[in-house]
């Protein structure tokens, strides 16, 4: 095949691509900055107004979707500018253009409304219910693109879950930057239960979604390892990994919940993300892991990286800086 990906950079973009690859399809990438990846064709290009839209999409059989504005910084217009109308235009786009799939990546944010998830599977999205400009967006561009899929244009939403790795600029970097600072703290004993990825799980599944079953289109799949951990142990292992001193406080809920609303109203006109948020507080303090039976099953798909293997590579990766 011939694969366009938006948003080849970046920790899950670059997995994604060099999985495609991997599988020996050719691949493009179209993204603001250039992702350096060898053997991929490369345009940059904005997907909220773009210049060279034919061009990339030109003799593309599947798309695949990671694009897209992040975290909570910026209005809620930003935010349904590039990751809903800017996926509405790559829908209609692929479509004109005789793209035969089209794999869009969400979140399990688009159906957590904060109660605990416990072994559950992909639930409906819900625009109206979830938190957050980001969640909201996002899924109303899964129902967009899930709404889209046809006998001759099969759409299929992933939602991987906290996917971290080796170079993680996100997630990881943000721990170990904390617990150097002294600033890494448990909420309720962090005893909560949580799924992760490991990249390279998180990019093979991309990869297969290429060849799912045709039962796989039309859904929204979860994506992660399958083996849920406590926080504590997650925090504490990044942690040990990156030779930083681990968390030695916990604080309550309650109490994490309100410095979380204070830090977001006090970052309310920054352009740079506040050092704690409502929803990284809930994240931290409420069970959620999932059952990926039905995605193994339907895109042909499992782990190949345990979360012992990954963070094996996490400290021999820190090992090397």
């Known amino acids: 095949m011939r694969v366009l990906v938006t948003g080849g950079t970046g920790l899950l973009g670059s997995s994604v691509v060099q999985e495609i690859l991997n599988l020996g399809h050719e691949c493009v990438v179209v993204q603001r900055n250039p992702s350096g990846i ?18 990339w ?11 897209a504005k992040v975290g909570i910084v910026g209005s809620y217009q930003e935010f349904y500018e590039a990751n809903v109308k800017a996926t509405q235009m790559l829908l209609e786009s692929a479509k004109q253009h005789g793209v035969k799939r089209f794999i869009y990546a969400s979140s399990p944010s688009v159906a957590h409304t904060g109660s ?3 072994g559950a599977g992909a639930q409906p999205a819900r625009p109206a219910s979830v938190r957050g400009a980001y969640s909201k967006t996002k899924a109303l561009a899964e129902l967009d693109v899930l709404a889209a ?17 080796p170079g993680d600029t996100q997630l990881i970097e943000r721990i170990v930057e904390r617990a150097r600072s002294g600033r890494l703290f448990y909420i309720d004993g962090g005893y909560a239960l949580i799924d992760t990825t490991y990249v390279t799980n998180a990019g093979q599944a991309f990869a297969c979604s290429l060849n ?5 289109f039309g859904k929204p799949h979860m994506v992660t390892n399958g083996e849920p951990r406590t926080v504590r ?7 040990e990994a990156a030779g930083v001193p681990g968390p ?20 309310r006109n920054r352009t740079s993300e506040p050092p704690l948020t409502s929803f990284l507080v809930e994240q931290l303090a409420t069970a959620h892991w999932f059952d990926i039976e039905q995605t193994k099953k339907l895109l042909n798909w499992s782990p190949t990286i345990s979360i012992d293997e990954g963070f094996a590579q996490l400290r021999n990766w820190y090992s090397r800086l």
Not at 233 to 239: A, H, V, Y
Not at 248 to 266: D, L, P, T
């Open 248 to 267: 030695s406080r916990s604080v309550s809920f309650r109490i994490a919940m309100a410095a979380g609303r204070a830090a977001e109203f006090a970052w």
């Open 57 to 67: 999409l030109a003799e593309v059989d599947a798309v695949v979707h990671l694009a």
């Open 233 to 239: 142990e997650t925090l504490m292992r990044i942690t």
């Open 212 to 216: 799912a079953s045709p039962e796989a």
């Open 38 to 55: 060898a053997g991929a064709r490369e345009f940059l290009d904005d997907l909220t107004a773009p210049r060279n839209l034919d061009q």
């Open 116 to 118: 605990a998830l416990i």
């Open 149 to 165: 899929n046809t006998s001759s244009f099969s759409t299929v939403a992933l939602r991987p879950h906290l996917v971290w790795g």
